[in-house]
């Protein structure tokens, strides 16, 4: 939730300065970092801000099935949290976009490419992702107006309902102290305390990544170096990788057909494992089939980064 408010607070201020148009867009950036007083540091914290909220996202969801914390009553609670983390992924991508530098417009085109195999509907899902026929300026506004509109209040909404369902039905008890009678604790200051400290501790790990590393700035779109490979943000570095060994017609196997099947899995997954037992100990199904997950996604991601 802090991290969201960092982005959403950076957000507001790179977007007083931001130009969604092909030919301004980069110069508006580049004039943030070089004219605005810690211009550059606000929008390296956005871009670090975007890596350190997914990280989060997955850790959470990480240690929510790991811990069987997805088990009933909480089906909806880990429904609403899938939905979000979805959401941050667009999130994050659509920012992406923006800077409409060469690496940007690249990956744009390479999506729009990935949609049109879609059968049936292939031309229809590229348009739709382009705004026309071809890249130019209603691609950027409408990536711009997703971004700045559109996900926020989709995210904010999500968020809101989760944490509501969080306070409906209660966090899941420890491990093996499931039969313990319910102790309950105020969330003032007591975890409101914790969940303080970790969250600043959070925020000031995104603030050193942004001063001692800060964002880079890209090459004009229009000026694309030869033989440029476009490589997308390292969340979507396993996707890469999967569509380099499913080329051509198969694209959208590893484009829609196996992350859809993964997403209905996650999704479907509290009502497939029904029973009471949480200790991950004892869902040696589960945990092997995560575990294989994990290491294909990590696989594929080292592959990425390597190549």
Not at 14 to 20: T, V
Not at 192 to 205: E, N
């Amino acid at each position: 939730v802090m991290l969201l408010g960092m982005m959403l607070l950076t957000g507001w201020l790179l977007a007083l300065y931001y130009s969604p148009t092909p030919d301004s867009a980069l110069k508006s950036i580049q004039f943030v970092d070089q004219e605005i007083g810690n211009g550059r540091l606000i929008r390296s914290l956005h871009v670090w801000g975007a890596s350190a909220v997914v990280v989060c996202a997955i850790l959470h969801l990480l240690h929510v099935f790991l811990t069987g914390a997805f088990k009933a009553p909480r089906q909806l609670t880990w429904l609403v949290g899938v939905g979000l983390f979805v959401l941050i992924l667009g999130m994050v991508f659509t920012g992406f976009t923006l800077p409409w530098d060469a690496r940007a417009y690249s990956c744009t085109a390479v999506a729009a490419d990935i949609g049109e195999t879609a059968p049936i509907f292939g031309s229809w899902v590229r348009k739709l992702i382009l705004g026309g026929e071809g890249l130019g300026i209603l691609t950027l506004s409408r990536f711009y107006a997703l971004h700045v509109a559109i996900l926020p209040l989709a995210v904010l909404s999500c968020l809101i309902v989760h944490l509501m369902l969080v306070r409906r039905v209660g966090i899941a008890t420890p491990i093996g102290c499931e039969d313990a009678p319910p102790s309950w604790v105020p969330f003032f200051p007591d975890h409101a305390w914790k969940d303080s400290v970790a969250g600043f501790a959070v925020l000031l790990v995104v603030f050193l990544l942004a001063k001692l590393w800060p964002a880079a700035t890209g090459v004009p779109w229009d000026e694309t170096p030869v033989g440029f490979v476009p490589r997308p943000e390292w969340y979507f570095l396993p996707l890469f990788q999967l569509l380099h060994y499913l080329p051509g017609q198969w694209t959208f196997v590893g484009a829609g057909l196996i992350p859809g099947a993964v997403l209905g899995l996650v999704i479907l997954w509290p009502w497939l494992e029904t029973g009471p037992e949480r200790r991950p100990t004892r869902r040696k199904f589960a945990l092997c089939l995560a575990g294989i997950l994990a290491a294909i996604v990590l696989a594929l991601g080292g592959l990425a980064t390597r190549t």
